[in-house]
Nanobody, 120 residues
Framework: QVQLVESGGGLVQAGGSLRLSCSAF????????LAWFRQAPGKEREFLAF???????TYSDSLKGRFTISRDNAKNTMYLQMNSLKPEDTAVYYC??????????????WGQGTQVTVSS
């Protein structure tokens, strides 16, 4: 059984930083395209960033350079470094993986999410 498990969420003040982790169990991520998404209350799921198995990164324009996606294949883990956090970044953050070279979508491998709350 494949599991993606996010960690690192929590409560942080505006302007602060958090690093989210996503570890995989039952699957090796080294050949997968990995991505981060978020969903705020009452809003649709939002794509944030993805990283290909070669390390090519793509970000949502809305992030304006504040977030960085990375991966450590030796640890079977990927990360999302979030800086200059704003209250509007408050959401549940999800990681996802797919063996295809595309943005993960419903039906691929998804974590259960980790809550990030940014106070003003």
């Amino acid at each position: 059984q494949v599991q993606l498990v996010e960690s690192g969420g929590g409560l942080v003040q505006a302007g602060g930083s958090l690093r989210l982790s996503c570890s995989a169990f039952g699957r090796t991520l080294s050949g997968d395209t990995l991505a981060w998404f978020r969903q705020a209350p009452g809003k649709e799921r939002e794509f944030l960033a993805f990283i290909s198995w070669r390390g090519v990164r793509t970000y949502s324009d809305s992030l304006k350079g504040r977030f960085t996606i990375s991966r450590d294949n030796a640890k079977n883990t990927m990360y999302l470094q979030m800086n200059s956090l704003k209250p509007e970044d408050t959401a549940v953050y999800y990681c996802a993986a797919t063996p295809q070279l595309r943005i993960p979508r419903t039906g691929d491998y998804w974590g259960q999410g980790t809550q990030v709350t940014v106070s003003s």
